[in-house]
């Protein structure tokens, strides 16, 4: 007999929240889902430009091997490194699935009360609502300019 292959669930979809006056964010469902696919509790949470990015734990250390290992072969990383490992956080779901988002990364980040989840198949981007709406619009304006590189990876 064949070994059955496991076939992960990815995380999707977009969907608003808001913060508690600590910082606690709502971890949708379908996200602990995924999350204990990975066998973890546990998130890693960086600022990524104009947002903070969430990871499992196997996939952020996938990606810090990566930069620390063969980033320095690529010029100019080492500042993006390390603002990006300098900012990592080890975010823990609580038991009413909520995970406490420092306030240094909210800050650096200027995310308020009201937040934007977007699943990214490995990781999950936390936006500030008018950032994440400002990000829609700005693409949409540009949408035409994607076709060449859509119609390269073959989707056009």
Known sequence: MGEEKIVKSRFRTKSEHSLDSKGRLNFPSRFRDVLAQYGTQTLMVTTWKTH?????????EAIEDKLIDRGKEQPGLASFIRLVLSSVTECNLDKQGRILLPSALRTETRTGKDVILTGMRDWV???????WLHEVQSTRESFDSFDEGLSKLGIL
């Open 125 to 131: 981007e936390i936006w500030d609502k008018e950032a």
């Open 52 to 60: 903070l990015r969430a990871y499992p734990v196997s996939e952020w």
